[in-house]
């Protein structure tokens, strides 16, 4: 059986972040990603301007589809439009933004093996037997970067909450580039107004734009419908196919760690639940899941214990933005039409969303500023309603 010191299931951002990274720290490393590169993610393929930061190197201009500066924003009938001097977000196609990910991941010296999913891990002493559709491998540590559905994080027993899953449907519209140009430049159009809780988009790429509708898991069956009519009210083709997928944004319940094993990116549930910005998290927990294997591969020590401190570091370094992120929809789908005429009110809101996406203001900054414009009786009630959880076979 081959021995490697790490194997990194998942080839997404987490996965493919997290392998590098081992293999950059001279950690023997193995990526095992089920599907052949490139392979589809439905994703609306936007990254921040913080995400972009979080790489640690600029991305290739073939990945990147359009550098956007601002937001146009529906919001209680009314369009807002705030923008930066450098660019906030960046469009991506995932396929192949992964697909680079994994390529480098591979010239740090990671093995990468596409095309081959793991079927089944177990504990054999202190390694960990991982066993593929094609062989059987022995590893010290297993980063589970497995997506929504990981198996790894099956494997530890760790179940998302119904209250801690979103939902998302979108699809690709062709348009041709000069029109894209025209109509939607370099802006995102986002509409608060379109679904209670959540929030409908267009996101400009080169010769297409990525539309889609993302808001709480019990409203989702209507999101299909409502996207076509979305379609439809901006005047783009509504034949297209329409995909879906979740979105666990966990507010660290449950340990992402277990004896040898970490959880990275979707597969520890790391989604903002405002926005759905997981990429960000997703390369963070990843670079912190490789820290943390260097550091328990030189003192010998893959104890659950020792792999706790990745759990502190990934709460330090984002937990808040997470927590706040779901107390803001939290207000959002409380008191839905107070927050929105609050926004519409205080511009500077609006200048705070967009350095929420630069990485220049944090939620929690974001969510006091908004605080601080609400009355303290609404304030109260919301501080009492605390949602109950409730398991899910996810
Ligand atoms: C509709 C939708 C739109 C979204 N839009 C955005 C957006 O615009 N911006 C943003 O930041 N986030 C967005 N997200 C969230 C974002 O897509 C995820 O948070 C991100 O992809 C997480 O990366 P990951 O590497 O953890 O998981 P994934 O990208 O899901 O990668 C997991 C990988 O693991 C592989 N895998 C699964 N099982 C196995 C196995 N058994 N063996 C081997 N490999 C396996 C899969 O094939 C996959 O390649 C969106 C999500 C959805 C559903």
Redesign the pocket.
């Given at each position: 059986m081959k021995r490697f010191d790490v194997i990194v299931?998942?080839?997404?951002?987490?996965?493919a972040i997290a392998a590098m990274h081992c293999g950059g720290r001279g950690l023997e490393t193995l990526l095992?990603?089920?599907?052949r590169l490139p392979?589809y993610?439905?994703?609306?393929?936007?990254?921040?301007a913080a995400?972009s930061r979080e790489l640690g190197f600029e991305l290739d201009g073939t990945v990147v589809e359009r550098s956007c500066s601002g937001v146009r924003i529906r919001i209680r009938g009314e369009y807002r439009t705030v923008t930066a001097d450098g660019p906030v977000f960046y469009t991506v196609r995932?396929e192949l933004f992964?697909e680079n990910l994994c390529r480098k991941a591979a010239d740090s010296g990671t093995v990468l093996h596409d095309g081959?999913?793991?079927?089944d891990l177990r504990r054999d002493g202190r390694k960990t037997v991982v066993t593929t559709n094609i062989d059987r491998y022995l590893a010290d540590i297993v980063i589970g970067?497995?997506?929504?559905?990981?198996?790894v994080r099956r494997s530890l027993g760790v179940k998302f909450t119904r209250d801690e899953i979103k939902f998302?449907?979108?699809c690709e519209v062709p348009v041709p580039e000069e029109m894209v140009n025209s109509r939607f430049g370099d802006m995102l159009q986002v509409d608060y107004d379109y679904v209670d809780g959540g929030y409908a988009w267009i996101?400009p790429k080169r010769e297409s734009v990525t539309c889609?509708i993302?808001g709480a898991l019990s409203d989702s069956k209507s999101f299909p419908d409502k996207l076509r009519r979305f379609l439809h009210m901006n005047g783009l083709d509504t034949g297209v196919r329409i995909?879906?997928?979740?979105?666990p944004t966990t507010r660290f319940r449950q340990p992402v760690y277990g004896d040898g094993v970490m959880l990275?990116?979707?597969?520890a549930g790391f989604?903002d639940a405002f926005t759905?910005?997981?990429?960000?998290f997703?390369i963070i927990s990843g670079k912190l899941a490789a820290k943390t294997a260097q550091e328990c591969h030189e003192r010998g020590d893959f104890s659950q214990e020792a792999f706790s401190v990745y759990q502190s570091c990934c709460e330090n370094a984002f937990g808040g933005d997470l927590v706040y992120a779901a107390r803001i929809t939290d207000l959002f789908s409380r008191f839905s039409e107070f927050v929105k005429s609050t926004i519409v009110k205080h511009s500077g809101l609006l200048k705070g969303y967009l350095k929420t996406m630069t990485g220049e203001m944090d939620y929690r900054t974001f969510f006091e500023s908004i605080k601080r414009r609400i009355p303290l009786v609404v304030l109260k009630r919301l501080l009492l309603l605390q949602p109950e959880a409730e398991d899910t076979p996810a």
């Open positions: 299931v998942g080839g997404g951002p987490a996965g095992l990603e089920k599907a392979r993610k439905p994703c609306a393929g936007g990254l921040t995400a995932r992964d081959e999913g793991i079927s970067a497995d997506g929504f559905h990981s198996l998302c449907v979108l996101f889609g993302g995909k879906g997928g979740f979105l990275a990116g979707d597969a989604v759905g910005e997981g990429i960000r997703a």
